[in-house]
């Protein structure tokens, strides 16, 4: 599994003079872009963050400031087991979401699961759905996994939608499965297999 392949390192590579650049895209739709998320992203993620609050809550909670977005972006961009892509609406350009993908498990098990969240403006408009078609692709077709899982709390019915959109199934439901805003909270769990996406993927 090379999860380079993915991230490009995960860095910002340096341009003319030192600059910093932006990466290329690892995958692109019709309406949408998927691009490695870098530590220079911060600014803008955690406006649209903040911006998000009312579209998030209680089920999200991505980072509204420098230092925990340097915390959540430093793992996806240096851990081994992490990746992070930023969504990018094609049309307008704006921030439209993110995809995570955690806990990346090689060998036998080729797996990682998946978390995601749309900003404000953006949700509801397919553009997360096609997103998360090309993490599906770019990490089961770049990166080798064989299988991806998506844990979600019962009462986020747009989040189940788009899991169930993409293709994943239901397998079961963990009680006090995930600690989140201080409670261990109920999650049904969503796979995906690569049997499941059939053969023209």
Do not use: K
Request: with cysteine; hydrophobic share 40%.
């Amino acid at each position: 599994m090379d999860r380079n392949a993915a991230t490009e390192d995960g860095t910002t590579d340096p341009g003319p003079g030192g600059a910093a650049s932006t990466p290329a895209p690892v995958a692109e739709g019709p309406r949408t872009t998927l691009r490695p998320v870098t530590l220079a992203d911060g600014p803008e993620f955690t406006a649209r963050a903040r911006e998000s609050r009312e579209l998030h809550r209680p089920w999200l909670f991505p980072p509204t400031d420098a230092r925990a977005y340097a915390v959540w972006a430093g793992r996806l961009v240096h851990d081994d087991d992490r990746a992070g892509y930023l969504v990018h609406e094609r049309a307008t350009g704006a921030l439209a979401g993110y995809v995570a993908v955690n806990n990346i498990v090689g060998g036998a098990f080729r797996c990682g699961a998946l978390g995601y969240g749309a900003f404000a403006g953006c949700e509801g408009r397919g553009l997360m759905s096609e997103a998360l078609g090309l993490v599906v692709a770019h990490t089961m077709d770049t990166l080798g996994l064989h299988r991806l899982e998506i844990n979600v709390q019962p009462g986020n019915a747009p989040s189940i939608a788009l899991a169930r959109r993409a293709g994943f199934r239901l397998e079961g439901f963990s009680p006090d499965f995930l600690l989140i805003d201080g409670a261990w909270r109920d999650h049904e769990r969503w796979a995906l297999t690569q049997e499941m996406r059939g053969p023209a993927g």
